[in-house]
């Protein structure tokens, strides 16, 4: 999970903080550029899975303690 062009460290705030900072920073990334998102709200998993859904994004994640790491790749629609 080391490859990305953009970094979104949302640790410590609450949702739907990190997916609001994540969708503002896809919007100004173009198709195939990636995003890493740093997040400690739990919650967040839910939201990111429920964002990446509705979207042509490609999502990974990845948990470690407290910490959820998202890096999604933007993709046309």
Known sequence: MSDYDHLV???G???PMPLLRAKLK???MLPGQTVKVMATDAG???DFEAFIGLTP???ET???DDE???LI???DK
């Open 62 to 64: 990845a948990h470690s």
């Open 73 to 75: 790749t933007k993709r």
């Open 13 to 15: 705030e609450a949702c």
């Open 26 to 28: 896809l919007n100004e």
């Open 44 to 46: 967040s998993v839910r």
């Open 68 to 70: 959820y790491v998202y």
């Open 57 to 59: 994004h490609a999502l």
């Open 9 to 11: 460290d949302a640790r």
